[in-house]
C-alpha cells in the first residue's frame, strides 16, 4: 500500500512538472494523505446515505422530520423517536412503528435493524440470541415514542450499547447519542 502511494504521488509530481526534490515530495505526499481523508469522509457520507435510504424503506416516517435519540444506561438503554415539529402524521407513524418493533424484539426479530443497517451490524447477533434475556418495553413521549431495554447481562448490555452506537454513526444527522 505505501509503495502505491509513493508511486501515485511520484506519477502524479511528473506530471505536474515537479522534480524529485523533498519539499515537493513532502507537498505531493501531504496532498495524497488529504485526498485519501477526503475519500474516507465521502464514503461515511455514501455508507449515511445507504441507511437513509433502506431506512425509508422500512420506517414509515420521515427521516427528514424525525430524530432517533439512543442513551445508554448502565443495564441497557432508551431508543426514542420524535418529530422534529408537532406534526401529528409524523407522530403517530413513529408511534406505530416503535409499537411494531418493539414487540418484534421482544420475541428475538431485529429483522428490520437487519435490513437497513446490514446482517454484520454490531451487537445485532447477540442481541437476536439472547431477547429472553433482555426486557424490551414501550411507551408513548411527547412527540414520539420510545423503546425501553434493560438486562441484568453485562455481554448483553455491551452488545446493546455497540447496537446503539452504530445506529448513531449510520443515521448520522437523523441520529443522536443523549448522554
Not at 508511486?7 to 509530481?13: E, H, K, V
Not at 432508551?78 to 409524523?90: G, I, T
Not at 411507551?139 to 448490555?157: M, N, P, T, W, Y
Amino acid at each position: 500500500m505505501g509503495m502505491m502511494k509513493t508511486l501515485s504521488a511520484l506519477l502524479l509530481a511528473l506530471s505536474l512538472g515537479q522534480t524529485g526534490c523533498a519539499s515537493s515530495h513532502d507537498a505531493q505526499m501531504e496532498e495524497t494523505h488529504m485526498s485519501e481523508t477526503h475519500v474516507s469522509e465521502k464514503q461515511m457520507t455514501g455508507r449515511q446515505a445507504e441507511v437513509a435510504q433502506k431506512g425509508a424503506e422500512v420506517m414509515p416516517f420521515n427521516l427528514d422530520a424525525t430524530t432517533h435519540i439512543f442513551e445508554k444506561t448502565p443495564k441497557g438503554g432508551v431508543q426514542q423517536v420524535v418529530a422534529d415539529s408537532n406534526d401529528p402524521e409524523q407522530v403517530r407513524l413513529i408511534r406505530e412503528h416503535l409499537t411494531e418493533i418493539s414487540t418484534k424484539f421482544a420475541t428475538g426479530n431485529f429483522h428490520e435493524p437487519g435490513m437497513i443497517h446490514g446482517p454484520e451490524m454490531a451487537g445485532l447477533h447477540e442481541l437476536m440470541m439472547g431477547h429472553e434475556r433482555l426486557t424490551i418495553t414501550y411507551r408513548e413521549i411527547e412527540l414520539g415514542g420510545e423503546i425501553q431495554f434493560s438486562s441484568e447481562d453485562a455481554k448483553l448490555v455491551t452488545a446493546l450499547h455497540s447496537w446503539f452506537d452504530q445506529q448513531v454513526s449510520d443515521h448520522g444527522e437523523h441520529a443522536q447519542d443523549h448522554q
